[in-house]
């Protein structure tokens, strides 16, 4: 098993542009989320989904956009970047409540 | 809303030497605690996971505990070694599935 796989693994944007990171498992997970990590800190849940077809908003959801179509899935799009969405993005993924999660290698963006 | 506080931010020990780290949480509704360790500029590698019928995990050298009566948790390493040198993360999770995670304890083991 690949586990939690992420694309790019690094990614420059100018302010106002628009990408889309993203992850994928092959666990058949249920549990999928995305978190941002600033310097020096934790991590800070942006949205999260408890299976296909569904979707909430986490800690910091402004400015991001997902959808879960499928099982393997969980893109997270920035609509319109700015510099205060330069950070590491982590996927992650879990069977269920309460089971542990695997995360992602993360995403480093760059806004500039 | 739950916060989750890791104390001390940064730990310095001599090698050999036994610690803890605290993490404190302020919604005893957890559904279950994990650790994490991170090094620098990688991602996450789950430690050990705590379910909230738990008390405590064992894996190693570590050992983590759960009190949810008073919003704690500890992780106990034994016999630290240089390799042990990472920043320390804990993460409680809700039922609905939804993590927050404290700001991580930095360790150092000195040889």
């Known amino acids: 098993n690949a586990g939690v796989t992420q694309t790019p693994k690094f990614q420059v944007l100018k302010t106002g542009q628009s990408m889309t990171l993203q992850c994928a498992q092959d666990?058949?997970?249920?549990?999928m989320s995305w978190y941002r990590q600033d310097p020096g800190m934790g991590l800070r849940l942006i949205h999260y989904s408890v299976g296909a077809g569904i979707t909430d908003q986490g800690e910091v959801p402004n400015g991001y956009n997902v959808s879960r179509s499928t099982t393997e899935d969980f893109p997270l799009r920035l609509l319109s970047a700015a510099p205060s969405q330069t950070s590491v993005y982590f996927c992650a993924s879990a069977a269920g409540p309460g089971t542990e999660q695997y995360f992602g290698p993360g995403t480093r963006l760059t806004v500039t | 809303k739950q916060e989750v506080t890791q104390i001390p931010a940064a730990l310095s020990v001599p090698e050999g030497e036994n610690l803890v780290l605290n993490c404190s949480f302020t919604?005893?509704?957890?559904?279950?605690l994990q650790w994490f360790r991170q090094d620098p500029g990688k991602g996450l590698t789950s430690l050990l996971l705590i379910q909230s019928s738990q008390r405590e995990q064992t894996s190693g050298r570590l050992n983590a505990s759960l009190d949810k009566s008073s919003g704690r948790s500890t992780l106990y390493i034994a016999a630290s070694q240089p390799g042990d040198s990472a920043t320390y993360l804990c993460?409680?999770?809700?039922?609905?599935?939804?993590?927050?995670f404290g700001d991580g304890t930095t360790l150092t083991v000195k040889p």
């Open positions: 993460a409680g999770m809700t039922n609905a599935g939804k993590s927050t």
């Open positions: 919604d005893s509704a957890i559904y279950n």
């Open positions: 666990m058949n997970h249920e549990y």
